[in-house]
Nanobody, 123 residues
Framework: QVQLVESGGGLVQAGGSLRLGCAAS????????MGWFRQAPGKEREFVAA????????YYADSVKDRFTISRDNAKNTVSLQMNSLKPEDTAVYYC????????????????WGQGTQVTVSS
């Protein structure tokens, strides 16, 4: 089994920044792609960003491109999401997810999820 624990959520004003972290355990972290998803109240969970097993490939949803950066440290079994220029519409519960392959942006290929961390952006 894979265990994922997120950290770093909170309340921030529009235009501000937050950094989310995710610590993984339970399998060889460096072999698998990782992703971040988010779910706002009353909405479906949506893709935010993904990173390949090596960290060389990243991909972002259009809504966060050029504002968010996903990164990973395979030596520490961690993945991070740096969020800049935050907007009220970024308010959501953010989830770290681990995939079953080296690289994917398909939600169905992420069977492992953290408990989520709340991000609230005030206007």
């Amino acid at each position: 089994q894979v265990q994922l624990v997120e950290s770093g959520g909170g309340l921030v004003q529009a235009g501000g920044s937050l950094r989310l972290g995710c610590a993984a355990s339970g399998r060889t972290f460096s072999r698998y792609g990782m992703g971040w998803f988010r779910q706002a109240p009353g909405k479906e969970r949506e893709f935010v960003a993904a990173i390949s097993s090596s960290g060389f490939i990243t991909y972002y949803a259009d809504s966060v491109k050029d504002r968010f950066t996903i990164s990973r440290d395979n030596a520490k079994n961690t993945v991070s999401l740096q969020m800049n220029s935050l907007k009220p519409e970024d308010t959501a519960v953010y989830y770290c997810a681990a995939s079953t392959t080296w690289w994917t942006v398909t939600r169905a290929e992420y069977p492992y999820w953290g408990q989520g961390t709340q991000v609230t952006v005030s206007s």
